[in-house]
């Protein structure tokens, strides 16, 4: 059974806004190389681009996308990086230039078409023009985690054939050097950042790379753009591995071009010559929402990218951004949470009189925004008073005193930090899609805001529910330009994730209301299958022990092939500001929560055998009023258990975008689990 939807709501809106030749899609086609099927797992496949009536706009590759932001923006500026301690900016014209230096540079390097250029290090402008530089050089650009390990790093240069590997500094160097005998492509490593430590063969430092440019014509390079179509691969992003070997997502010139131009729209980001937009780039560039939010959509749409310092998610991130005064900020769910944390800390130190004006500011606020569903809805005096005496205030101590459009992506946010910012006066837009989507294929915005949904279907994009059960929940499947040509070197996999007409599964479940917005329910593969049968997702189950228990950092339900449910929690803890891995002390908030039940307690230590009986009688009446509420018996949790440190990338239990590795944990804890089950 399938429900299908279309358009979002301002469809004609966004058409009139488009310039577009009128021309048939045949003509429009013809540009396109040579192709019959709308996936390949090829690097040097071209795939039937996805063009209909609702979404006629000319296919362009990476390089006319950027040319033509630099013949209307080339005068403004484009890039800031922070060195000796002054913002050093570049045009766009510059940006440009800079990146057809990095194309001509890979080409000495003898950089071969379709082949690889792996870029693993932190943001930075440096990291734009390699990822640039390759695509214009006929290369396929693909970044690698910086936390990856060196088997991991092995992993995306070998499968991606990667002829140059770019990376930032000596510690990602050293994670090359130990793999590079094993990679028969590679021909070089570029290090931007830092001085060489030692001087090796075929290692260059970023100037003396950029110098091998004066080797290579102009003429070489408009040759190989002249050849580029818009229906070939030009990136890789080469997913988290949460539930098995990672995946290279295949995406095309017209995958990215499209996105970049048509999911901003929702989000109301303006074009440079109407208001220059700006924004901080401090999340991993590897992953498809970043490089959408900072890389593509920033030279669509002429915006100044600002690049945060290394040690952004490590707490330097604010300091960025009060400095910054970005006009748009986007988070995964994790640094949104970071600083509602922050800002609860620092409200529980003001004093009573501050305190009780900060809860009831806040509380007008999310009162307001609540019955407010547009953003330009007439908000009451109260608000305003609230708003301009206390809430900017608030806001200023997170550098957003000039933001406007504030967006969470990568994974589901929670409720509770949604409400939390509206209490701010800042609404998070919540965009979903996955990186065989080129991210967004859901979005919220000013015109298409709903709690707790993720937002209505792009436009020019469709979905359909597939297997629709009693309560009208479905499989998520995808349709649209945005939707990626196939997995690297993966025809099986490619032929699983599309259905026979050519539909991307998504393997999520969720519903569609009346209005057309999306709710996420769970995920297929997450989906805990009893002993009894009863298929349950764990995400709403897991949300609301999160609710109810504010001490809580993670919370894992456990049960497949179980009699009964079982959960694993871990508290909130402070962590490490160099490795982030979570300490033995309770945060702030936690410790707040141990206060009021007349506990002691300050780590975890403290807490957990049961040692600690009121916050482990607490932690049960939350668990009941949980069960209390569940469908079934078969939902309801039975066991539960404190592990002795807090869910981290580096400790493994979570991806870069901060999902649960369900997979993972499941090994890591085996024994704790275990036990859960011995009568």
């Not at 009128?22 to 709308?38: N, T, W, Y």
């Not at 005068?75 to 990095?102: G, H, I, P």
């Not at 430590?197 to 080797?215: A, I, V």
Request: net charge negative; proline share 4%; hydrophobic share 40%.
């Amino acid at each position: 059974m399938y429900a299908q939807g279309s358009m979002a709501d301002g469809e004609e809106e966004d058409k009139e806004q488009v310039s577009v030749e009128k021309k048939s899609i045949a003509e429009v086609l013809s540009s396109a190389a040579p192709a019959d099927s709308l996936w390949t797992s090829e690097a040097s496949g071209s795939v039937r681009l996805r063009i209909e009536e609702s979404c006629p706009e000319e296919p362009v590759t990476v390089h006319q996308m950027f040319k033509a932001s630099v013949d209307k923006y080339g005068s403004m500026y484009a890039l800031a990086s922070k060195k000796n301690d002054k913002w050093e900016k570049v045009t766009f014209l510059e940006y440009y230039q800079l990146c057809r230096k990095a194309a001509k540079s890979f080409l000495k390097l003898g950089l071969e078409r379709f082949h690889g250029v792996a870029i693993l290090g932190f943001n930075s402008a440096e990291w734009f023009f390699s990822a640039i530089g390759a695509i214009i050089a006929g290369g396929i650009m693909t970044g690698i985690y910086a936390t990856n390990s060196p088997e991991a790093c092995y992993y995306v240069a070998s499968d991606s054939k990667a002829n140059i590997i770019v990376v930032e500094n000596q510690k990602q160097l050293d994670k090359i050097l130990q793999i590079r005998d094993r990679l028969p492509d590679l021909k070089a490593i570029v290090q931007y950042s830092e001085p060489l430590q030692q001087k090796l063969p075929n290692l260059y430092s970023w100037q003396e790379f950029m110098e091998l440019s004066l080797d290579v014509s102009e003429k070489e390079v408009d040759d190989i753009i002249s050849s580029q179509r818009a229906n070939q691969c030009c990136a890789l992003i080469y997913t988290s591995g949460t539930t098995g070997k990672p995946k290279g997502v295949m995406l095309s010139h017209d995958n990215i071009t499209w996105t970049a131009n048509h999911a901003s729209r929702v989000g109301d980001m303006q074009p440079a010559d109407t208001k220059q937009e700006s924004l901080v780039s401090y999340l991993p560039l590897s992953h498809i929402a970043a490089q959408i939010y900072d890389l593509w959509t920033g030279i669509m749409w002429g915006e100044l990218v600002y690049f945060a310092q290394p040690d952004a998610l490590k707490g330097s991130l604010i300091t960025t951004l009060k400095e910054v005064q970005p006009s748009s900020h986007m988070g995964v769910p994790r640094v949104w949470e970071k600083m509602m944390e922050k800002i609860k800390e620092g409200i529980s130190q003001c004093g009573y009189v501050r305190k009780k004006m900060v809860t009831w500011a806040m509380s007008v606020s999310l009162e307001t925004n609540k019955t407010c569903a547009q953003k330009n809805d007439e908000k009451p005096f109260l608000f305003a008073l609230a708003n301009s005496f206390i809430l900017e205030k608030l806001r200023a101590e997170l550098g957003f005193s000039c933001c406007q459009k504030f967006f969470s992506g990568a994974a589901p946010i929670g409720t509770e930090t949604m409400q939390f910012f509206l209490g701010l006066n800042i609404r998070l837009y919540e965009a979903y899609g996955m990186s065989e989507s080129t991210g967004p294929h859901f979005m919220s915005g000013p015109k298409a805001y709903k709690l707790p949904s993720c937002g209505k279907v792009v436009p020019g994009c469709r979905y359909k529910l597939a297997d629709i059960d009693s309560a009208g929940t479905g499989e998520i499947c995808f349709w649209g330009r945005n939707v990626f040509m196939g997995f690297l070197n993966m025809e099986d996999k490619t032929r699983e994730a599309l259905d026979e007409d050519g539909w991307l599964r998504s393997g999520d479940l969720g519903k569609i209301d009346e209005e057309g917005f999306l709710y996420i329910t769970g995920r297929i593969k997450e989906l805990i299958i009893t002993a009894g049968g009863e298929n349950i997702p764990p995400v709403p189950i897991e949300e609301a022990v999160k609710k109810e228990l504010p001490i809580v950092s993670n919370a894992m339900l456990i049960g497949d092939k179980k009699k009964f449910l079982s959960m694993l929690l871990t508290l909130k803890c402070c962590s490490s500001e160099e490795s982030m891995e979570s300490k033995e002390e309770l945060s702030v908030e936690a410790v707040e929560y141990c206060q009021q039940l007349r506990s002691q307690a300050t780590t975890v230590s403290d807490i957990i055998g049961g040692k600690d009986k009121e916050v482990y009688q607490a932690i049960q009446e939350g668990i009941n009023r949980v069960n209390n509420a569940a469908t079934s018996n078969a939902q309801c949790i039975q066991k539960w258990i404190i592990l002795r440190r807090d869910f981290s990338v580096s400790g493994g239990e979570l991806g870069p975008t901060m999902k649960l590795r369900r997979p993972v944990i499941l090994e890591m804890y085996h024994d704790e689990i275990q036990n859960l089950y011995i009568d």
